[in-house]
């Protein structure tokens, strides 16, 4: 399957309201990404800051495998009726691929180049 499988339903999509939402939404989110105080904080610190693509890719999935643990276990002190839905497996699903990421770094660093995901972001 390549990207441009089904452009009439892709064109449908895009002239739909939903997809007049998402578009609108995502043009909104980036503009004000851009001009918030934040991003162009971190945008500084990354300038002053060369860190290697594996070692970010790393420190993000630790970070990411620390937060699901985290939550999971915030979850358990929160009463059940205001709880989220989200069941425990998942924050151990998305803890184990996190960890997983961290350990192969090396290889999603390498891999990235020709991700998909890159090209879109792109």
């Known amino acids: 399957m390549i990207e441009n499988d089904f452009p009439v339903l892709r064109e449908a999509v895009r002239e739909s309201l939903i997809g007049r939402s998402v578009t609108w939404l995502t043009t909104a ?10 991003t162009r904080r971190l945008a500084a610190v990354r300038s002053i800051v060369v860190i290697e693509t594996a ?3 790393r ?5 990411v495998a620390v937060a699901a643990i985290a939550a999971l276990g915030l ?3 929160v009463p059940p009726y205001v709880a989220t839905a989200i069941p425990g497996a998942a924050y151990l699903g998305v803890s184990v691929l996190g960890v997983m990421a961290a350990v192969r770094a090396e290889s999603v660093a390498g891999q ?3 991700s998909r995901l890159r090209r879109l972001m792109t």
């Not at 420190?59 to 970070?63: L, T, Y």
């Open 75 to 77: 979850s358990r002190l």
């Open 55 to 57: 070692a970010a890719v």
């Open 59 to 63: 420190m993000g999935a630790i970070a």
């Open 29 to 38: 989110i980036t503009a004000a990404a851009a001009d918030a105080a934040v």
């Open 112 to 114: 990235w180049r020709s």
